[in-house]
């Protein structure tokens, strides 16, 4: 079974920074997308950003771009966001999210997009 194994959550103050994991197993396709999405409290499912694995392409959503970073480990198959700057509009209960077998589609947004997801980690910016 896939598993989506994320940490790195906290408590950070506005300016801060944060690094979250996502360690994936349990599968034997070699290329995917994966990625994070987030929650705020009484708001809907937010896409952040997402990477294909074999092809390293990237895609961030508007609001985090310049302060987000999304990368990956090849050998631990591990992807992290670096979070730089962060904000109170940043916290949320962030979620690893992975596509099996992208091939060339495009990365998208949507949570149907991703096949797998992962328990959440909590990020809370506030001082």
């Known amino acids: 079974d896939v598993q989506l194994q994320a940490s790195g959550g906290g408590l950070v103050q506005p300016g801060g920074s944060l690094r979250l994991s996502c360690a994936a197993s349990?599968?034997?396709?070699?290329?995917?997308?994966i990625g994070w999405f987030r929650q705020a409290p009484g708001k809907e499912r937010e896409f952040v950003a997402a990477?294909?694995?074999?092809?390293?392409?990237?895609l961030y959503t508007d609001s985090v771009k310049g302060r987000v970073t999304i990368s990956r480990d090849n050998a631990k198959n591990t992807v992290y966001l670096q979070m730089n700057s962060l904000k109170p509009e940043d916290t949320a209960v962030y979620y690893c999210?992975?596509?099996?077998?992208?091939?060339?589609?495009?990365?998208?947004?949507?949570?149907?997009?991703?096949?797998?997801w992962g328990q959440g980690t909590v990020v809370t910016v506030s001082s």
């Open positions: 999210v992975l596509r099996q077998n992208p091939n060339s589609t495009p990365l998208a947004t949507s949570g149907a997009f991703f096949d797998f």
């Open positions: 349990g599968f034997t396709f070699r290329d995917y997308a």
């Open positions: 990477l294909t694995w074999r092809e390293g392409r990237t």
